[in-house]
């Protein structure tokens, strides 16, 4: 027994010796392999995947200088290198045991994927017309949203805002207006991670929480999206977490806004010269030549020579700060990802008493439960608040604007010791109000918050087919508060009734969506075959609730105060509309060389009785040419060669009401039963079941090249687009008690040509100078081809303040051309019989003014007699300006040498005009106590009697008339300017410290910048900016009066990633 177990322990003990010597065998045949991974400059890349290919869980990560050290089986191992926006390269180790390992960029992972809607695909199969956004480059402008920014960046897209209100959002219009319309221009569609929305509210999302931002153009495109793709799509993609250790970033900055360079105004004695014309001798002695009791005696003109002059620019417009903070956390693993971010941003305006608040928060959520299920969600949270009453709103009578007060308020005192800027003139309102009293006295804010989720289930059912749910949802509040005390224009009892009053209006949005789609691929052999169907429902709730109080009897108590007044108005409504959707795409391609795409979508609106449902299909196909055998010769410089064409149908279902078809009823009116007021219910729509879809048909024909390794590439499209039955208000006899009625009735054509260009002019190969460029030019011409029955042409007007036909819709015309007389300088001495001295006759071949012409004098303002029957009449009105531009577009340059980097945008816009509507008010030469600009100096007096027969000339301009001798609401073109721009929008010089110095900071990364934003514009515009809209509209375009002027921008920014 002894002996066997003797026996035994030896057979152990020579096995525990053979598996060390094992052991030590195999640890002497494992290799340590070391190395450092770069991109194609040498530049290292930290935090690159390094693993061992087929093993699970063996691998590391590069270091901050790109360095990485791993231990392997032997030399035959395979290293799989990777890290985001690269390609992922296989290494075998070989007999180098020191690697380095050079990394290229991934076209596809740095932005050549595109989203179509439901899905992305590659730039170089899309079939339609789609454009994605260099959001590198966008970002390098300091602003509030992602709309501010995107003007001259994408052809065929024109971004109009108001003017430059802190807060301002933009209005953007993709390929023209499919609209007639003087209450807006049709806004495109937005999809926010997968969310359709007609309102953005864009302000809600900070450009550095994007990922991506498509522009969906062509109608082959958006026609997946149908009843809302008319006006063109804009696919937004926020970022999301990746498979990585836990990383922070943060951005922010410091701005310093520079006023707006100032309008030329009358001073001192030139403003009291002007009223000494305007005003009699007795009033100018109880004004301007009052008795001063500091003199002794009355003033005289010669007093204000040494008297200082108030610009009341200077005391209103002032250099603002503007800062901005924005910190994100995002990591995960291979089956949980995350991100979380917030931001601030706070800007003072550049008139007192504005700025703009805003504080955001976001978090996303993206898990692997299963092999075959996935679940992601995303929140996000913004509140908004913006403070002091916007200049370019003042109601319906153009003295109550602030900016026309600012310009037209005296800028002299009385007597000399008088405080002007304590002076409150009491004169029944016809005349501007002291500024600074206004704007220290007025109470405005509106704050809007918005909360959004969106959540997915993906759920693989095969291999190839793919279901997927998603539900959203929006609620968005927009508080206003407004309070009028009795030393502001809108509470002081010499100019309203209203007395010191206040209002609040609070409206809610519910929004919400849930979609549903399956999605099927399979690739056989050459062919690839996508399809997809899907079913959406969503609906949006509005509700409305305001008040105003007047007569507050507690002004020292604001706004908080106004329960304690008289209730003047209060008014509630709540609007609901539904929409069910169904749709289908099928994409084939064969080889990548032919590739055919079509769409169908089938929605009905709750909006519509009769015509409920609308269909609207698509069709579109790509010819990849440079992959033709025949062009085998030509890939020695030609990289890609593509010809697109494609045909779509689209719909518009944001009409101006959510009831366009049904009889509605109001009861905001009283009637006067007995001697009593009786509050009543009326109609003040009348129904029309007819009424169906806006549908818009488009064909687009495109090509995509590229040239010398892809050094040069580009696209050009060509596109005719057509919407037809367009809702517009027809006339009706007068007999059913209307005067007008909806109909769909017009239709409208736009045709255009887009051209991008891009280039690598130098390479800037081992960290050389690297040079590159991108340019982009859009022209459109756009033309009404039909309105009502018999109808030919329709006026339209500025509704505030006040203004009348200022706009002409012509069939066969564009829309905003602006309408009116032709000026013809003024009515000289020799245009007149002098029959008895001083008393004039206008001879019998020249023209009168639209006024009888026995009151026309030497002086008056003289219009010119375009028909030729030698008379001024209505019908020698004209067009005589046009809003749109002929064409508009943008150019970057970017520069980077070692660690430097400068990057320089332009914008411009060519053909269009504006309307001056501050020069009718400032050159009227019409009002008492009413500063001018300077340039009303330039204007007709008359010459003067010597009393012996002989006269002393006068300035016979013919740019401005006499003093008094204005027309009243004759509107003509001398107003009218060039408002083309070229403006240097944006120039980023940074630097980006090497990883080497970072060593040992904890930092991966750092970059500072300095920025000028709006530095130069190359304009003819007189006004403060020529890219201003104050009443945008499709029929309107181009209207400048009170608007907030754009600031200058300086900015010192720093990135960092940990």
């Given amino acids: 027994m002894n002996r066997q177990n003797l026996f035994m322990n030896r057979r152990r003990a020579v096995a525990v010796v053979f598996l060390c010597l094992c052991s030590i065998l195999s640890l002497s045949a494992q290799i340590k392999v070391t190395g450092v991974v770069v991109d194609e400059t040498k530049i290292p890349i930290p935090g690159a995947n390094v693993v061992i290919k087929g093993e699970k869980g063996t691998g590391t990560i590069t270091d901050l200088d790109g360095n990485f050290s791993i231990t392997v089986k032997d030399k035959t191992t395979v290293l799989l290198v990777s890290f985001i926006g690269y390609i992922t390269q296989e290494v075998t180790v070989g007999n180098n045991t020191a690697l380095e390992i050079v990394l290229k960029e991934d076209a596809v992972a740095l932005g050549e994927v595109v989203a179509i809607g439901y899905a992305t695909v590659k730039k170089s199969d899309l079939t339609g017309s789609v454009e994605k956004v260099d959001m590198e480059e966008m970002n390098k402008a300091s602003v509030l949203s992602f709309d501010q920014a995107l003007g001259g960046r994408v052809a065929g897209v024109q971004v109009a805002s108001g003017d430059g209100q802190p807060g301002q959002e933009a209005n953007i219009v993709i390929r023209g207006s499919n609209t007639i319309s003087d209450v807006a221009d049709g806004n495109p569609l937005y999809v926010i991670d997968g969310f359709a929305t007609e309102d953005a509210n864009a302000s809600s999302i900070n450009p550095n929480d994007i990922e991506s931002i498509d522009i969906l153009k062509d109608a082959s495109a958006t026609a997946i999206y149908g009843a809302r793709g008319a006006n063109g799509v804009i696919i937004i993609t926020t970022k999301r977490g990746q498979e990585s250790a836990p990383r922070i970033t943060y951005d922010g900055y410091f701005a310093y806004q520079t006023r707006p360079k100032f309008l030329n105004l009358l001073q001192g004695r030139e403003f009291v010269e002007l ?58 693993s291979a089956k949980s990802k995350y991100s ?41 949270f913004s509140n908004n608040v ?146 997809m169907i899907g ?14 109080s007047v007569m507050v009897p507690w002004e020292k108590v604001g706004f908080w105060g106004i329960d304690a007044g008289t209730a003047q108005k209060v008014g509630a409504d709540n609007v609901k509309n539904n929409l069910l959707s169904f749709f289908a795409r099928f994409n084939y391609d064969w080889k990548s060389r032919y590739l055919l795409t079509a769409t169908m979508r089938a929605d009905g609106s709750s909006k519509f009785i009769k015509h409920k449902w609308g269909y609207f299909p698509s069709a579109s196909f790509a010819w990849r040419i440079s992959d033709e055998p025949f062009m085998a010769k030509a890939g020695i410089w030609l990289s890609s060669l593509k010809l697109r064409a494609g045909w779509g149908a689209t719909g518009n279902n944001n009409v101006r009401n959510n009831y366009p078809s049904h009889m509605l009823y109001a009861g905001d009116q009283n009637y006067a039963f007995g001697n009593s007021m009786t509050p009543a219910i009326y109609l003040m729509q009348m129904s029309n079941r007819d009424l169906k879809w806006e549908t818009t048909y488009q064909t687009n024909v495109g090509i995509d090249f590229g040239l010398f390794n892809n050094r040069i590439s580009g696209s050009v499209d060509v ?31 736009n045709r255009g040509l887009e051209v991008t260009l891009n280039a690598t002019i130098l390479p800037g190969r081992n960290k050389g100078l690297k040079w590159t460029g991108s340019f982009n030019i859009s022209f459109n011409k756009n033309k009404i081809t039909a309105l009502s029955d018999g109808q030919l042409s329709r006026m339209a007007g500025i509704r505030y303040p006040n203004i009348p036909n200022l706009y002409i819709c012509k069939v066969g015309h564009p829309l ?146 006499a003093v008094n001798r204005g027309l009243t609401n004759i509107h003509t073109n001398r107003a009218v300017e060039d408002a083309s721009f070229l403006r240097l929008k944006n120039v980023q010089l940074g630097y980006n410290f090497p990883i080497k110095t970072l060593k040992g900071t904890g930092l991966a990364s750092l970059r500072f910048y300095f920025s000028a934003q709006n530095l130069f514009t190359w304009t003819a515009y007189s006004g403060y900016d020529p890219e201003v809209s104050t009443r945008n509209s499709s029929m309107t375009r181009g209207f400048d009066y009170s608007a907030y002027p754009r600031a200058t921008t300086y900015t010192f920014g720093v990135k960092l990633g940990i």
């Fill in 275 to 332: 009223q000494r014309e305007i005003m009699s001798d007795a009033d100018m002695k109880k004004t301007y030549l009052c008795y001063d009791e500091s003199l002794g005696r009355h003033q005289t003109i010669e007093d204000y020579d040494n008297r200082a002059s108030t610009d009341w620019q200077d005391k209103v417009f002032q250099n603002a700060p503007m800062t901005s903070h924005h910190i994100a956390l995002s990591g995960g």
């Fill in 340 to 380: 979380a971010g917030i931001s601030y941003f706070n800007q003072q305006g550049t008139i007192i008493k504005s700025s703009y608040e805003s504080a955001k928060a976001r978090l996303t959520l993206d898990q692997q439960i299963n092999d075959k299920t996935k679940f992601g969600a995303n929140i996000n």
């Fill in 386 to 531: 913006s403070t002091g009453s916007a200049p370019s709103e003042g109601g319906g009578q153009s003295t109550q604007y602030f900016l026309y007060q600012v310009l037209a308020y005296r800028p002299v005192k009385y007597k000399s010791t008088d405080d002007l800027e304590d002076v409150i003139d009491d004169n029944g309102g016809s005349y501007p109000y002291n500024p600074l009293k206004t704007i220290e006295n007025t109470f405005v804010k509106l704050r809007k918050r918005q909360l959004n989720f969106n959540s997915y289930i993906n759920y693989t059912i095969l291999k190839d087919l793919l279901f997927k749910m998603t539900f959203s949802y929006t609620w968005r509040e927009d508080r206003t508060r407004d309070f009028y005390n009795s030393k502001t224009y809108y509470g002081d009892p010499a100019y309203s009734s209203s007395r010191t009053n206040g209002s609040f209006n609070y409206k809610e949005w519910n929004s919400w969506a849930n979609e549903y789609t399956l999605t099927y691929k399979k690739k056989v052999s050459a062919h690839y075959y996508n399809g």
């Fill in 535 to 548: 079913a959406s429902l969503s609906g949006q709730q509005i509700s409305n609730l305001g008040a105003k």
């Fill in 719 to 749: 596109y005719d687009k057509n919407t037809k039955d367009l809702l517009l208000y027809a006339d009706v006899p007068v007999s059913i008690g209307f005067t007008q009625v909806q109909q769909n009735i017009g239709s409208i054509n």
């Fill in 816 to 961: 905003s051309e602006m309408y009116g007389y032709v000026y013809d300088g003024v009515y000289q001495y020799d245009d007149f019989n002098e029959v008895t001295p001083n008393v004039f006759v206008l001879k019998p071949e020249i023209p009168n003014n639209t006024n009888e012409r026995t009151n026309i004098r030497p002086g008056d303002p003289k219009l010119r007699d375009l028909n030729g029957d030698g008379r001024v009449t209505p019908e020698d009105r004209t067009v005589i300006g046009h809003g749109l531009p002929i064409h508009t577009g943008g150019f970057t340059n970017t520069f980077s040498w070692k660690n430097l980097d400068l990057s320089i945008f332009l914008q411009w816009s060519y053909g269009n005009d504006v309307i001056n509507y501050n020069r009718v008010k400032l050159e009227s030469l019409a009002e008492r106590h009413i500063n001018q600009l300077a340039s009303a100096k330039d204007h007709w007096t008359p010459r003067t009697d010597n009393g012996n027969g002989t006269y002393t000339e006068g300035n016979y301009t013919d740019y401005l008339w």
